[in-house]
């Protein structure tokens, strides 16, 4: 044992740039594996601890077109509700500017009736007033338009439109009362087919944007009373709308509304995992080729009566070195690294998703990795444990040991046809 922690130690005094290029190798890939599944891992794990601000309410009903008349009183009625906001989704197009110079896109309007949100949080400047009343633009579309709020009481005429103060929607043209800084819902949803507008449903329906006859999800958000149980208030609320109206509770529709947010981790997730094979690839190549160029140096200690067990342990001994030195220095940097994405990725994570605390590190899958990159080792360590004394008198490295298998199942076979 003394004999081969002194090889291992003149090793990795003599090789240690070597060594360190093959720790770092594999640290890159462990770090981009931990921070990958960490950063997934606290994503998930907000999604479910967050999921009512995310809705916006304890349950959600939700019907395609617009909303019956009957509905709304039915939720209402139910014992274990204490609050409901109606909400229309959609999207339209939309203009401002000057007539001789306007500007247009496509933007998801939300329609509320109510005070909204009933969870989760909305920041407006100035402070929303609620229950909310006129209309509010995000933060991008307000900055690629430099839009402002129009002043107080100001008339829906061409004059807003010009010092872009108003938005032209449906039949008419309305003033922006404030500018959404943030708001918990919108960010569910990773990807959008424009930035959103909040507008009251009185207004929308006024100017015609929500009509029988338009493409529009209508939904119920409700509060439940402190104290009460979700499911059993989810299970009432499907027994008074009927089959034909969909009724989720907050955790199963935050999964849902976030479903883009979890592709967006599962895909990155599998990036880590390919760079970590990838990194683990490159480390088993070079360090193989340590191996190979050890040969000499063994066969010069055997000539000098050592036995073949301290080589193949002290070289076990530092491949088993750089692989816990590459795990921990990977488990640090990706610990790090997933602490810190979520807010790298703030246009794409919502702000309700980027505090979850960070999870254990995926060991199952590290154990595996270690185990793969240990017996496709083996073979190295089983060619220097053959190495003879008389090899350092050959040139060159001796035949691998695959050709000696080789070579035995030919005389093998050369023996069963005699």
Not at 228 to 243: H, K, M, S, W
Not at 356 to 363: D, E, K, N, V, Y
């Amino acid at each position: 044992m003394r004999l081969a922690l002194r090889i291992a130690y003149l090793e990795l005094r003599h090789q240690a740039l070597r060594l360190l290029l093959i720790s770092l190798a594999l640290a890159a890939g462990f770090s981009a594996f931990f921070a990958t599944y960490g950063f997934a891992g606290k994503v998930l794990q907000s999604v479910a601890s967050e999921s009512r601000a995310l809705l916006g309410g304890d349950f959600v009903v939700q019907t395609n077109g617009l909303m019956p008349e009957d509905l709304p009183p039915k939720i209402n009625s139910l014992p274990s509700v204490t609050a409901t906001v109606q909400v229309s989704d959609f999207p339209t197009m939309t203009s401002t500017g000057p007539a001789y110079s306007p500007v247009s896109r496509l933007v998801e309007v939300r329609a509320v009736e109510g005070d909204y949100p009933l969870a989760g949080h909305l920041e407006t400047t100035p402070a929303l007033q609620h229950p909310l009343k006129g209309l509010y633009v995000s933060r991008s579309l307000a900055e690629a338009w430099n839009l402002s709020s129009a002043p107080a009481h100001a008339l829906a005429d061409e004059a807003l439109l010009g010092a872009r103060q108003a938005l032209r929607l449906g039949d008419g043209i309305v003033p922006i009362q404030g500018i959404v800084i943030m708001d918990d819902s919108q960010q569910a949803s990773a990807f959008s087919l424009g930035p959103r507008v909040l507008i009251d449903l009185a207004t929308a329906k006024r100017m015609g944007l929500v009509t029988a006859r338009a493409r529009l999800s209508s939904r119920i958000l409700a509060l439940l009373k402190p104290g009460e149980a979700l499911d059993p208030a989810v299970q009432a609320a499907r027994d008074v709308v009927g089959p034909n109206v969909r009724v989720q509770g907050h955790v199963e529709a935050a999964n849902a509304l976030a479903r883009p947010v979890r592709n967006l981790t599962h895909f990155v997730e599998l990036l880590g995992l390919f760079t970590l094979i990838l990194a683990a690839m490159g480390a088993w190549a070079i360090l193989t080729s340590f191996l190979e160029n050890r040969t000499r140096e063994v066969a010069i200690l055997r000539c000098l009566g050592s036995t073949p067990a301290p080589p193949v342990l002290a070289y076990s001994l530092l491949a088993g070195l750089l692989l816990f030195v590459a795990m921990t220095g990977g488990w640090a940097l990706g610990t790090i690294t997933a602490s810190i994405l979520p807010s790298i990725l703030r246009d794409v994570i919502p702000v309700a998703l980027q505090g979850g605390a960070t999870p254990h590190p995926p060991m199952l899958e590290t154990l595996l990795t270690i185990l793969a990159l240990a017996l496709l080792m083996i073979p190295s360590f089983l060619r220097l444990a053959s190495v003879r004394p008389l090899a350092m008198l050959r040139e060159g490295p001796e035949p691998r040991l695959i050709h000696h298998f080789t070579a035995l199942a030919g005389r093998l076979t050369a023996a069963g046809g005699a």
